[in-house]
């Protein structure tokens, strides 16, 4: 009976460490998540951040790891609500992330959480973005402008006069006339 008893402690014995170990690592993975403000992030990460605040005001920056890669997620408060973007370390723009409350994001047209849209006005697009739309207007005036995220890629979409459109990459490449008559069920 003594050897029963010895062997049911040392197995409680065992699990309570192996339990112990498990909590330290899951505190570590929790702990590697921290709020940072803009001057604690990388030169490029400011300058990313900075180049996508379209006149809002950083609300939280959070430093985490995401398999295994380090992630700034940015929350900008603007005009149309709450923003969130993220920043990959070396600076790389990762895309905005979809937000549920209403905040200029159109959800009845997305199925996709992959994929956002958020009317913003010329004032709120980058330079490069700003200068190829107004190079383009041939004389017509903005009806719509749109920021389409979708699989980590921006565009701006621009409607002019109601009656054509185009697409402005994040980087101010011109990337074409859309036609009104096509469905996004490609």
Not at 74 to 103: C, K, L, R
Not at 141 to 158: F, G, P, Q
Request: charged share 35%; glycine share 8%.
């Amino acid at each position: 009976m003594k050897t029963i008893t010895t062997i049911g402690i040392t197995c409680a014995l065992l699990a309570a460490a192996g339990a112990a170990v498990g909590f330290t690592a899951y505190q570590r993975h929790a702990d590697s998540d921290e709020i940072v403000t803009l001057a604690q992030c990388p030169a490029a990460v400011q300058d990313t951040i900075n180049a996508h605040l379209n006149g809002g005001t950083i609300q939280e920056i959070e430093r985490t790891t995401d398999h295994g890669e380090v992630l700034y997620e940015v929350d900008v408060t603007s005009n149309e609500g709450v923003i969130e973007f993220d920043v990959a370390e070396d600076g790389t723009f990762q895309g905005y992330e979809q937000d549920d409350d209403d905040n200029g994001i159109d959800d009845d047209e997305e199925e996709d959480d992959d994929e956002t849209d958020v009317n913003v006005t010329l004032d709120e697009v980058p330079a490069a973005v700003k200068a190829t739309i107004l190079a383009n207007l041939n004389g017509g005036t903005i009806t719509e402008l749109e920021r389409s995220t979708e699989d980590k890629e921006t565009v701006y979409e621009v409607e002019v006069d109601g009656t054509r459109d185009f697409v402005v990459a994040e980087d101010g490449t011109y990337l074409g006339e859309e036609d009104d008559d096509e469905d996004d069920d490609d």
